[in-house]
């Protein structure tokens, strides 16, 4: 299973609807400063729901809501291509899966989230089921976020050995 | 919970020797303060930068911490692999000649897996797949314009400001 | 004591509205949270990037943030001067277009004083008046080659890692 | 009043004794990771006297002493041109000062620190009042190290408020 595409939907920086080609292999991104670079990683991180709001350096969810747009509502969808066997013909056949998450910023201003698989509602566990059989990251041990790496060069030893716990 | 610890601590071990050794050439060992109860202690890192005595993290240069951190960063991705991984700004206290071996390092993983690296040194960009390109325009918010480096595109946004 | 502190205080804010101008065309603010009684509350910092709205420190990106600190720093040295000032790869956040008005405010400040920058970055090496690149010598240790920039002198050792 | 040489003998990853020109304006240092660089402004901050072993990334002051030579002494002396008037002539002349500081580690491993003004030993006190004198940096606030700008950042408002307070 691989990654193919990432579509914002009034998403930190980025208010209008963008899809975002994610290829195969090695890419960068490159930009000016202040331009959107890591509101991207962001929202991979929103929608597999692998962080919390202050590691999206957001103080509350419906922060994450794009100020440049003006609509109440934000979404981030990752789509995946897979190889499966189909269940007639018993033949290996490429699909491609949807996940979404998408927030509404409701009147008292409290957040209302929702998960979706393939356009339908599920709940956090089953996507983070879903993800885990493909594969895909479910916690946050695979982004290493800007500053990352010089705060683990300057983490005393007891800090360090505790981020080996994580992995037994 | 030990026995589970210990075994995951003799993997990263081993895997950060090997990885160290890839990004320097160097030599590179993690030692446990107290291997009998490892909850008890912490964890040291001693390496030896090829060339050099060994030393501790503390004393190291900028540039010498941060490749012993990814070393421990890809040896962890080892022993606990997935499809993804994403990397933020990881080479900023890297020169040029380090810089391009991390990229090395990073286009032999992506031959079985998806990594995303957002960068500002042009060797980083030269060495990936495909590059794509942010910008920030005035009242439109953030445009991705993407673009392929494989096909030696000139990257006008790049150029511009990865020098 | 808390005379002293406001007074120092209100040179700091006015040196710093004009420094974060100066490297981004933007607006700066320092503001007292207890303006009364300054030791009980901490310093916020608001500012507007040129064509953005107004935001705290924290939601800013990397490369924002540090151009903020940096403003905040030319403040601090505008208001207590001294002969010799010395920054130690303080544009690492920064992208090229940065790094440049970065150099350029040094420039400027160091026609009255000596300014010592250590960078990797070629922007910043091509602005300055003279570079001196450091080598580490198998066995004979750190060592220093001279060399000017304004004679356009080229820099073997310095491109073949600044890029 | 301006730095014109830094001289270091046996200090850090500097064991032969090398002699660095400072000139006016602006002086950029580059090199690869590891060559030595903050090394330099680690001397500048020992000669200086500006800054604690640990802001210098030695645990004891006799980890300053090169390992890399054989002798238990290390020195770091700084050259400074200055314009004074001649008592004699009333003339403006140009002259050079040197402030020196050396380390020698004992037979008991503690430190003997000592601190010459143009050849004649001096209290620390009085390098700081000479330095003050000519305009030079005597606290550590003139220097910014290698991630400070993060760790500026990174701060809290309280904190941040506190770099204010030693302006005062
Ligand atoms: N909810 C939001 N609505 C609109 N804009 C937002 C929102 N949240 C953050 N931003 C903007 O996003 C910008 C930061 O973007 P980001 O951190 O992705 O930059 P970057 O490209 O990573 O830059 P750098 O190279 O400096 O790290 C800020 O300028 C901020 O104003
Ligand atoms: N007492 C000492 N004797 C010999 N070498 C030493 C001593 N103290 C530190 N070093 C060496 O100095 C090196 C670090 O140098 P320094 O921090 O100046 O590098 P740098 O040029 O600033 O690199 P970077 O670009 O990565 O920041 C280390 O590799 C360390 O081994
Ligand atoms: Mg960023
Ligand atoms: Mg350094």
Known sequence: VRADALVLDNFKSFPRKSRIPIREGFTTISGPNGSGKSNLIDALQFVLATSSSKGMRADRLTDLISELGNKPTASVALEFVGTFTDPETKLPIERVIQCKRSIRRRKDKSA??????????????DLHDVLRHMGLPTSGQNFVL????????SMGPVPRRQVLDELA | KKTAF???FVRVRDAFSKTYYELGR?????????PKDPFAGGLQIKVRPRGKKLSRMEVMSGGEKALTALALIFALQEVNPAALFVFDEVDKDLD???????????????????????????????LSNQT?????????????????????????TERAHAA
Do not use: W
């Open chain 2, 96 to 126: 040029g000649v380090n810089t391009k071996i991390l990229a090395e390092a990073i286009r032999r993983r992506a031959e079985e897996r998806q990594y995303i690296v957002i960068s500002h040194h042009r060797t980083m960009l030269e």
């Open chain 2, 6 to 8: 210990l075994e995951a």
């Open chain 2, 132 to 156: 794509l390109g942010v910008t920030m325009r005035k009242d439109f918010g953030s445009v991705v314009t993407g673009v392929t480096v494989d096909q030696s595109v000139e990257l006008t």
């Open chain 2, 26 to 34: 160097g030599e590179g060992r993690l030692i446990l303060e107290d």
């Open chain 1, 146 to 153: 800007q500053n990352d790496v010089i705060r683990l060069t």
């Open chain 1, 112 to 125: 209302q989230v929702k998960y979706h698989l393939n356009g339908n509602q599920i709940r956090l566990c």
